[in-house]
């Protein structure tokens, strides 16, 4: 048997090999998906992937195509293509319901995400959803009109961040992907559990955003915790806890 912590590699005809870590275990499936230029060697997605393995919990960990130890140029990809990064790799490895957890961009991709597979497997096929300051349509809110105009007209938008040594670039191929496939100005047809969790002190995206969310969705189960003193990471002890305990209730049915 392969060592779960290990790094492994799905092959796709057409499009980059993609990185990813699991470890098997009772369902359903905990699948976290990272925020914009990030990776699942982030604190999050360890701590989770970690708690889920000590628990004999089944756990996916992914890199989207360009990011983290996948092939790819970042530069290349939109949102539908990390959706499909994301779908591929489900589908590769995990038999039975998902909960997706979603950090940031990656709460945008939990929703596509869980959309298409509901339309392709049906609704059963979504045990849950846990956003993580969760930013669907930040296309949208999260740039100035001038910032807009910039990636139209030329191409990209770099911006210097205080979550890495890289500049944040959007492109206008991601740009334009967020565009079509915005989600907060209409009833978002999911019917499952969904936990968002938002630091109050996030100074990225505000938690307005989560409440926004949750009257769009069609679920009657969606509560929003907002977190005093919380940042756009929700990475301290306190926050990482609160993170493990939510999805442990959910995988628990509860």
């Known amino acids: ?25 009772a369902g ?16 999050k997605a360890t701590a989770l992937f970690d708690w889920a393995a000590a628990e004999a919990r089944a756990c996916l960990l992914l890199d989207y ?16 293509d990390w959706r499909g990064d994301v779908l591929d790799l489900i589908d590769a490895k995990v038999d039975g319901p998902v909960i997706l957890v979603g950090s940031s961009m990656g709460g945008w991709l939990m929703l596509l995400t869980a959309l298409a597979i509901v339309r392709r497997d049906g609704p059963g096929r979504v045990a849950g959803l846990v956003g993580i300051a969760a930013a669907p349509d930040f296309t949208d809110w999260g740039f100035t009109p001038e910032e807009k105009a910039i990636i139209l007209a030329e191409g990209a938008l770099v911006e210097e961040t205080p979550y890495g ?13 967020g565009e079509a496939n ?48 919380g940042d756009h990471r929700l990475s301290r002890d306190t926050d990482i806890a609160l993170l493990i305990d939510t999805v442990a209730r959910l995988a628990a049915g509860n």
Not at 28 to 43: E, H, K, N, Q, R
Not at 198 to 217: M, T
Not at 221 to 229: E, N
């Open 1 to 25: 048997m392969s060592e779960p912590s290990a790094t492994h590699y799905l092959d796709r005809t057409g499009r980059p090999r993609l990185a990813y870590r699991f470890t098997p275990g």
């Open 165 to 177: 040594d890289q500049p944040y670039v959007t492109t206008r191929g991601f740009f334009r992907s």
């Open 182 to 229: 915005r989600l907060l100005d209409a009833e978002i047809p999911l019917t499952c559990p969904v936990r968002l969790l938002h630091g109050q002190e996030d100074g990225d995206v505000p938690p307005d955003i989560s409440l926004r969310l949750a009257a769009a969705l069609a679920s009657d189960d969606v509560q929003v915790t907002l977190v005093k003193g």
């Open 28 to 43: 359903p499936t905990i699948v976290f998906l990272p925020g914009y230029m990030s990776d699942m060697a982030g604190g």
């Open 65 to 80: 195509a360009g990011c983290g130890l996948s092939d790819g140029l970042f530069a290349e990809q939109t949102l539908l």
